[in-house]
């Protein structure tokens, strides 16, 4: 009976493993168009958002870190941080210590348009979310710290 039992959980595992690789990239992509069709100005491409949100969290990181962190080659990130700067988006400081050393942070016009993504990627999802049933809204309540176990879980196993 045991053996029937392990074989259950798996058969569900691997059907959750399925259903969140269908779900969430889509769900990811429809919040994306939302937000992009939104912003008064042209959307950042996908890895420049990535290092600008990084960044965001973890002000003061070195390009060699934030190429890590990303699972990006660091002339890469390099580049990135040049356009990002040119922008007006990213500030590059030498390290006092090591002056070999540029430390990145965000502008406040960063901090205002991530502010304004994260808003419109909330009253998006807010609507959506007013229109299904009491218990499908309460089922993705209740999945939220499972998911949010689930990121840091990805994050330290891939690491």
Do not use: W
């Not at 348009?113 to 994260?118: A, D, L, P, Y």
């Not at 809204?137 to 999945?143: F, M, P």
């Amino acid at each position: 009976m045991t053996g029937i039992s392990e074989a259950h959980r798996s058969q569900d595992v691997d059907q959750v493993a399925t259903g969140l690789v269908a779900c969430l990239p889509a769900l990811n992509r429809h919040l994306r168009q939302s937000i992009d069709r939104q912003l008064p100005y042209p959307p950042l491409p996908e890895r420049q958002l990535a290092l600008l949100q990084y960044v965001a969290e973890h002000d003061g990181a070195t390009v060699h870190k934030a190429a890590e962190a990303l699972r990006m080659v660091p002339n890469n990130v390099s580049t990135l941080v040049t356009r990002l700067t040119e922008a007006g988006l990213l500030e590059r400081h030498r390290d006092d210590a090591d002056r070999r050393v540029a430390r990145l942070f965000v502008t406040a016009l960063a901090r205002q348009r991530i502010g304004e993504v994260e808003n419109i990627a909330a009253a998006q999802l807010a609507t959506v979310l007013r229109t299904l049933s009491d218990g499908d809204r309460g089922a993705l309540g209740s999945a939220l710290g499972a998911l949010e176990a689930l990121t840091r879980r990805l994050r330290d196993h891939s690491a």
